[in-house]
């Protein structure tokens, strides 16, 4: 093809911080433009589904305690998430780690119904945790050693997770006063965790969450084992001239990705649910959302408490324009979409300057 | 016992037929180097574009057709995002997942409850279809299910006995290459990223205006990531592909039939993906890779050098 | 030998100009081969021949200059322009799918009907394996073949889509020397049936061996064209290598210790598990620098590999001081005292790091840079501003991502963080590739004082006058040997040339 009028994509040599920022606000601008003008096709008024959603999610405090529900297993998966990326190591399968935390913090509070709150929490908080990273090794182990791709990996995992849950919550967990609904019993009261007043903020998983956020923050910037996941996420080649093990740093970030998400597992039946259920009823999705969660905060675990916030937020608008406004819960998923896409391509005007010109011929 | 391996195969054939539709499309894309997440969007928004489309017209090829162009066209949106711009395929998959499931469910929800109003009629062969055990194995089909059994050696023949064939696979298995050869890798990655999601949009509406046939919200119910996980499983081939789906179609939609006999539905339904991450493993291995491996340059994006 | 090349001009080249930025590759070069001749290209790196043919072939475009093929002047935008004109060339790198079959290879991207065309294919294979003696397995997938199978199916590539003009860039580099003998007499059947061969090379055996005429390209110029018969090896050498002008820099005498590297029959494979490093021997002694010359792609990258760590050797030893370090991992290296500024550059760093952490990529795990599992950023700071001054790093910070540095400050960050600890042994390979004529000085300033300092330097290069500049001994590198090692006062130009070019030999004293 000879056009004349040649567009060149050069890499762009520096990054000021105000064109990252204001680019991540153009973005989100123009993704809700875009969905607005896909609202008014399909025949909704966009300014009343935004104020809606608004309200929803910030105008009460009803609604900012939903928020902060939905922003506690993001917050918490998110965080993991960061961690494994900025080694490049693509977890996707983080909802999977998610539902075996749940799985192993059940099985816990279903076998130890008489311990005392004060032990059995945190020991359901620990085998989640060990739960979610030991599910989370195993596309590791098949990345270091194999070179499988943990994508793919990690994601079958998941399926097999999901089933995991089904198989109990069916089978052999099945709750005896529960009338043949897919949950297990509900949770002693010694496995059910604190909530704030009268919302639904189970705390002591938000604190876990917080502190593990800048935890995670320190580690990455901070530490020795944070500076080998750097390296190793941006020229594998350097690190291993560098005597960096890379079997040790990609299981080190799967492990505490895969331990993170099954935390929010953890908080999700111990929190909210008391019991383990049908895996679309532990998480509609948060290992996936955490995705954009982690994405959007540019894999900053700091950041990651306000992404994860947000995007909670976009959740809890979601449901309340499904009950005023008749729009299917899936309208979220739109909401995520198209602010994904725009973040990405937005992200190309950061990295890359675009240049138009006139060539000769 | 005969009896029920028949009715279980028979059972097999049209769960698995949106899985076939999905991953012969995916096969497609991934043998061109580009890896798309987005199948399970793509589908969806068929099956609800098909279904829209066949109530309001009362023909359900228009649907189908319909359905195969919105599949394609979001599929543009992930090459366009995957190829051009070179963003990271993973996270692009995943956007355009989402938003076909939000777009499919805002468009959907006025079909929702609506019963379709025609139907497909199976394609019966007489003569054929009275024959005592394969007649009713495999003549008594609808028109869609045959359609994606014949797109099986359909494809087969031009990936691996054609210049098409040979254009795309080099296009993903070396781009420098193909694009060494004067082979625009860029088109061969959109065409092939475009036929992935038209298939997508097939399946999702084989779901929508014939098995169910129904609008449900959310009615792939992950049929998309099976795909995914389909077009490892079959190691890329299109006659792997037909086994596979119609193995793991089958399995999804028997789960519970063969539950009296003592086989946990669930672990049932674990065992393709676990055999999966088997095949990934196998494949990965040097030269069992180039036998039977993945694309060699699946997902990265191609630029050409200059100095 | 050959066979009368005709009088019939294939391709000629006039006045052709090539610049990229920084260098005058091509610099008025004119160009001729006739058909039915085998016409060698000879030079070193960096002399155009490659670019030239590029040229040639489509995948640059010259900045003035006329292409005339068979006598009619052409435009060559593309590739595809130059395959329609009958021009194929088979590069140093195959282009070639490993998992598909040599038909599936050969037939890539030609237009024609749709259906694999297996049976008229394979008659013309087997046509080009009678007539040639090019045999290859239509069948056969290609990461199957050896080097020179998979040569041949690049050849008959070529030939398929109707090449009569034939350049071959490097052919032997990756070759036995059965398949060479093999090669060139595919060469000369091809030549006999009228086909111009352009072959580029650096090695002169194979100049006097298969061309007819031989052109002599030298920094982007030709220096002579001649008839092979009439010429002989020293001739070539010395046009190829000849300088007008060699300007030494400021260097006191070397000051020369003990025996710091010892290099004892080493042997390593290339990546194709191949010999690419045979029964290399050497010493180096601090306070001293020894250069390695020679054309690239002849083991130098191998051999440094295998001298730092990220290559094994298959035999022999290598010594630092008194102890054994044959094929110890880099971190062991390192505490040895080994220090390596690679010859690609962004190997070495960390391109989205600061300049700060990257310094101390080596040393993080280290006090005071690190405290148990922290790291002390406020040592990190302090040594990184020491060292941005001390070897005049010019960056707008310390917290400045590293990739956004010019290529000669990138480099003096690699220097400062391999030479700030008065290292044992310096590893330099190709240390000012790229950089522009002041960041080249500076570079090989630092080197002579590392060496001024007692470090034990060895500078491995393709840039002869680098390895003469800064070379106290310079040993030349042919085909994975040494084929000598002269003091530099000594050297001379034109013996140099003979050994970068596998024509020489000189003794040297045997390794312990």
Redesign the interface.
């Known amino acids: 093809m ?1 056009v004349p009028l040649h567009v060149r994509i050069q890499k762009r ?2 990054v000021p911080r105000w064109i990252e920022l204001s680019t991540a606000i153009f973005s989100l601008l123009l993704a809700l433009a875009v969905i607005a003008v ?2 008014r096709a ?1 025949g ?1 008024n966009p300014i009343v589904a935004y104020r809606k959603i608004f309200r929803g999610a910030f105008g009460s405090l009803y609604g900012l305690s939903e928020t902060t529900v939905k922003a506690i297993p993001l917050i918490l998966a998110g965080v993991g998430l960061c961690v494994a990326f900025q080694a490049r190591v ?1 977890n ?1 399968g983080a909802e999977g780690q998610l539902l075996i935390g749940a799985i192993c913090a059940t099985g816990l509070a279903l076998a130890f119904p008489d311990l005392p709150a004060w032990l059995l929490l945190p020991g359901m908080f620990f085998v989640g945790f060990v739960g979610g990273a030991l599910w989370a090794s ?1 596309p590791a182990l ?1 990345k270091a050693r ?4 943990e ?3 990690s ?6 997770a999901s ?2 849950v ?2 109990l919550v ?2 052999p967990w099945k709750g005896l006063s529960e009338m043949g609904f897919p949950y297990t019993d509900k949770f002693s009261p010694s496995a059910q965790l604190p909530r704030l007043f009268r919302t639904r903020i189970h705390y002591p998983t938000l604190i876990l969450g917080l502190v593990l956020a800048a935890l995670a923050y320190v580690l990455i910037h ?6 080998e996941i ?2 190793t996420g ?2 594998p ?2 690190a ?4 960096m093990n890379y079997l040790k740093t990609v299981l080190l970030v799967m492990l505490l990705s895969g331990g993170l998400a099954g935390l929010a597992g953890v908080g999700e039946v111990a929190g909210i649910h008391y019991r383990l259920r049908y895996p679309q009823g532990v998480s509609p999705g948060y290992g ?1 959302t955490a ?2 969660v982690a ?1 959007l905060a540019h894999l900053n675990p700091l950041a990651v408490i306000v992404t994860a916030l947000l995007i909670g937020g976009l959740l809890v608008g979601g449901d309340a324009i499904q009950v005023a406004l ?13 602010i ?2 725009f973040v ?2 937005g ?2 005007f950061t990295r890359y300057r675009i240049r138009l010109e006139w060539r000769r ?1 | 016992m005969w009896d029920f391996v028949l009715s279980a195969l028979r059972a097999a054939i049209p769960a698995g037929t949106p899985l076939l539709y999905g991953t012969l499309g995916e096969v497609t894309a991934e043998r061109s180097g580009v890896l798309n997440l987005g199948v399970e969007g793509m589908m969806i928004v068929g099956a609800v574009t098909a279904f829209g489309v066949a109530h309001s017209t009362g023909s359900i090829w228009l649907g189908v057709a319909a359905a195969a162009l919105m599949g394609g066209s979001l599929a543009l949106v992930h090459a366009f995002a995957s190829i051009t711009l070179r963003v990271n395929q993973v996270i692009s998959g995943l956007a355009l997942t989402m938003l076909g499931l939000g777009l499919s469910g805002l468009v959907g929800r006025r079909y929702i409850g609506t019963p379709i109003r025609t139907r497909l009629v199976p394609l019966t062969i007489p003569g054929l279809r009275d024959l005592p055990v394969v007649g009713s194995l495999f003549f008594r089909y609808d028109p869609l299910v045959y359609l994606a059994i014949i797109l099986v050696p359909v494809l087969w023949f031009i990936m691996y006995r054609t210049r098409w064939g040979i254009t795309l696979r080099s296009v993903g298995e070396s781009p420098a290459t193909a694009d060494a050869a004067g082979i625009n890798v860029f088109l061969v990655r959109y065409l092939a990223v475009f036929f992935g999601g038209m298939m997508a949009g097939v399946g999702g509406a084989y779901l929508s205006v014939v098995y169910a046939p129904a609008w449900i919200e959310g009615m792939t119910a992950g049929a998309g990531w099976i795909v995914i996980a389909l077009t490892i499983f079959a190691m890329w081939d299109p006659v792997r592909a037909l086994l596979g789906a119609y193995l793991f179609g089958g399995v999804r939609v028997l789960q519970y039939r063969l539950q009296p006999l003592g086989i946990s539905p669930n672990l049932l339904n674990m065992l393709p993906f676990a055999f999966t991450i088997l095949v990934l493993l196998i494949s990965s291995g040097g030269v069992v890779r180039k036998r039977i491996g993945a694309p060699a340059a699946l997902m990265q994006p191609y630029t050409r050098e200059e100095r | 030998m050959t066979n009368q090349p005709g009088q019939d001009s294939a391709v000629e080249m006039r006045g052709i100009v090539k610049r990229f930025p920084g260098v005058l590759a091509n610099d008025d070069i004119s160009f001729e081969a006739l058909t039915g001749e085998v016409h060698a290209l000879l030079g070193e790196n960096g002399a155009g021949k490659t670019t030239l043919m590029n040229i040639l072939y489509g995948i640059y475009h010259p900045d003035e200059g006329d292409i005339y093929i068979r006598g009619q002047r052409v435009t060559i935008r593309s590739p595809r322009d130059a395959i329609d004109l009958g021009i194929g060339m088979v590069h140093q790198q195959y282009r070639l799918v490993p998992t598909h079959s040599v038909a599936e290879n050969v037939v890539l991207g030609l237009p024609g009907n749709l259906l694999f065309p297996g049976r008229a294919a394979r008659r013309k294979l087997e046509e080009f394996s009678e007539k040639y003696g090019l045999s290859v397995d239509p069948e056969a997938r290609v990461w199957q073949l050896s080097a020179g199978e998979q040569q041949r199916v690049e050849i008959v590539k070529a030939l398929y889509r109707g090449a009569g003009i034939l350049i071959l860039d490097e052919p032997t580099s990756m070759l036995t020397p059965g398949e060479i003998d093999d090669l060139l007499s595919i060469v000369r059947r091809m030549a006999a049936d009228g086909h111009t061969i352009i072959f580029i090379t650096h090695k002169l055996d194979e100049v006097l061996d298969i061309s007819d005429r031989v052109t002599v390209l030298r920094q982007g110029k030709v220096v002579a064209t001649q008839e092979t018969a009439r010429t002989d090896k020293p001739s070539l050498a010395r046009l190829m290598v000849g300088r007008e002008v060699l300007f030494r820099l400021e260097k006191k005498p070397p000051t020369v210790g003990q025996s710091v590297l010892q290099v004892k029959g080493l042997h390593a494979l290339n990546d194709r598990a191949l010999p690419a490093v045979k029964n290399v021997s050497f010493d180096v002694s601090a306070g001293e620098i020894l250069g390695i010359a020679g054309v690239a792609g002849n083991g130098q990258r191998e051999l440094v590999e295998a001298l730092v760590g990220l290559r094994q050797s298959t035999k022999g030893q290598v010594l630092v001081g008194e102890k054994d370090v044959t094929n110890q991992p880099p971190r062991t290296l390192i505490e040895q005292g080994i220090c390596y500024v690679p010859g690609e550059r962004l190997v070495g760093l960390v391109p989205g790091l600061s300049v700060a952490e990257n310094l101390i990529l080596k040393d993080y795990c280290d006090a005071p840079f690190a405290q148990g599992a922290f790291l002390n950023y406020a040592a990190i700071n302090a040594h990184a501003d020491r060292l941005v001054t001390q070897y005049s790093v010019t960056a707008p910070s310390r917290e400045t991502p590293v990739r956004l540095l010019s290529g000669g400050n990138i480099q003096r960050v690699i220097l400062a963080r391999e030479t700030y600890q008065a290292p044992t042994l310096l590893i330099a390979a190709h240390p000012t590739s790229g950089l522009d004529v002041g960041a080249t000085e500076s570079i090989r300033q630092l080197l002579l004082e590392q060496r001024d300092q007692g470090t034990a330097v060895l500078v491995v290069s393709e840039d002869l006058e680098e390895v003469m500049q800064l070379s106290d001994r310079i040993a030349v590198m042919f085909e994975g040997e040494i084929m000598g090692i002269v003091p530099a006062e000594e050297a001379d130009l034109e013996i140099i040339g003979m050994m970068m070019a596998g024509a020489h030999r000189t003794p040297t004293p045997e390794a312990a």
């Open positions: 000879n040599l520096a896909l609202f399909l909704v693509y996707i195993v098949l194999f070179h499988v791709d994508v793919l990996s994601l079958m995992m998941v399926y097999i089933e995991l089904n198989y069916y089978g901070r530490t020795k084992w944070g500076f750097r390296v941006e020229n080649e350097a291993r001239y560098a005597g996936f995705v954009i994405w008749g729009l299917p819960v899936a309208t979220i998923h739109l909401f995520n979409g198209v994904l896409l990405l391509g992200e190309l011929e």
